[in-house]
């Protein structure tokens, strides 16, 4: 998902392909189908097996009370028992930008979830360092991107990979733009992201350090969620990963040489499937990278939402050293902007123009590739959950 890379050749980005294949072999290993003898190298050794009421009972004192959550002031729904809480992942060692160009990816594969059977109607990401202290541009530490994953629902847009392969649900994701994704409308809609007891989250993140020496780097999301019993009036929210790379592919696009404007279509579309009733668009947010102008979000054709990208709002997304660049700090959101249901097809294009927005440079001086990517959230527009 991030919008900055300075030097990395290729693959600093989202790559898609390489995600569902990690994403795979972990659920794979979960559903105990692999041995230790897993391609996969960020994969832990597989455990030991456990009594399962050994391990449930770990894995609820854990939510309750790790270390690493703290308990912060809900602000939606309040009356309804809301819980707000922040969990910190990591802290990750990222190289100095002499190795790999600062870049490396992490990954959580049983993150520490902020609830059980609760309905998440808020998230956020952000990047700190181990003491707190806000991480951005203007410090040359980045969240590259972030990609959280529940193992207990397919993609609702990629449910299985190229190969056939089941690929957890991408429920909640984040640039460096770090957009606050508000499912509720700030308590307008009675909608969230349902975690079910059963469902082990996945994190998977990139950092980027331009300091020549490694740092450290924490990862902060903060959810809020409304607890168990979850009120029935409350609509269970899905969401939808539409990508100018398609929809079980590669997110990243090259750039043309010869225009200083350019654009890209999601094509084909994604066909909402069949049996699905009316559903209510809840949350649209859009990710671009430098050089990026807006992203349009249509349905059948007719847009819907237009996401536009605002540059370096406040001084943490301009770089402190050298030219002073400004990234992007902000994308503008939709609420409740159409209806969904079977049948019609969604895609996204995506604007960019690099006469207006200097672009990222590669190491060998090549413009960066590209993204444009929105993710939405969906819940039926009345009826049960
Ligand atoms: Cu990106």
């Not at 832990?44 to 456990?50: D, S």
């Not at 309804?80 to 190289?95: A, D, E, H, N, W």
């Not at 109607?121 to 806000?134: E, F, K, S, V």
Request: overall charge negative; proline content about 6%; hydrophobic content about 35%.
């Amino acid at each position: 998902m991030a919008f900055y890379e300075r030097s990395r050749s290729r693959g600093n980005i989202f790559y898609l392909s390489i995600t569902v294949a990690f994403i795979v072999t972990l659920l794979t290993l979960w559903l105990g189908l692999l041995s230790y003898t897993t391609p996969f190298p960020a994969a832990p050794p597989h455990q030991e097996p456990v009594a399962a009421d050994d391990d449930s009972h770990h894995e609820s004192a854990d939510i309750q009370n790790p270390e690493n959550l703290i308990q912060l002031q809900p602000q939606f729904f309040t009356d309804l028992g809301s819980k707000r809480v922040q969990i910190k992942y990591g802290p990750f060692t990222v190289p100095g930008s002499g190795t790999n160009n600062g870049m490396k990816d992490f990954v959580d594969e049983k993150a520490t979830k902020p609830c059980d059977d609760c309905l998440i109607t808020y998230m956020r990401a952000g990047l700190q360092y181990p003491d707190g202290a806000n991480a951005n541009a203007n410090t040359g530490m980045w969240l590259h991107h972030v990609v959280l994953l529940d193992t207990a629902v397919p993609d609702t847009v990629c449910p299985k990979d190229r190969k056939g392969r089941p690929v957890p649900n991408r429920f909640f994701a984040s640039g460096n733009e770090r957009t606050a994704m508000d499912l509720s409308g700030a308590s307008t809609i009675q909608t969230g992201y349902f975690l079910s007891a059963q469902s082990q989250v996945v994190v998977t993140l990139e950092l980027m350090n331009q300091m020549a020496e490694a740092r450290e780097a924490v990862l902060t999301v903060e959810y809020e969620f409304i607890p168990s019993p979850i009120p029935k009036s409350f609509k269970h929210a899905k969401s939808i990963w539409l990508d100018i790379g398609g929809y079980c592919g590669n997110s990243e696009a090259s750039v043309p040489n010869d225009t200083s404007t350019f654009d890209f279509n999601m094509q084909p579309g994604w066909k909402v499937p069949d049996g699905w009733e009316e559903n209510l668009l809840v949350f649209l947010g859009g990710h671009l990278h430098d050089g990026g102008t807006h992203l349009e979000a249509m349905k059948s054709g007719g847009i819907f939402c237009d996401s536009a990208a605002t540059y370096g709002a406040n001084d943490d997304f301009i770089d402190g050293t050298g030219e002073k660049m400004a990234h992007i700090s902000n994308m503008s959101l939709c609420h409740k902007a159409t209806t969904l249901k079977a049948g019609d097809e969604l895609s996204v294009k995506a604007y960019y123009d690099k006469t207006a927005h200097p672009m990222m440079v590669d190491a060998d001086a090549s413009l960066e590739p590209v993204m444009g990517i929105a993710i939405l959230y969906a819940a039926q527009s009345e009826g049960g959950n």
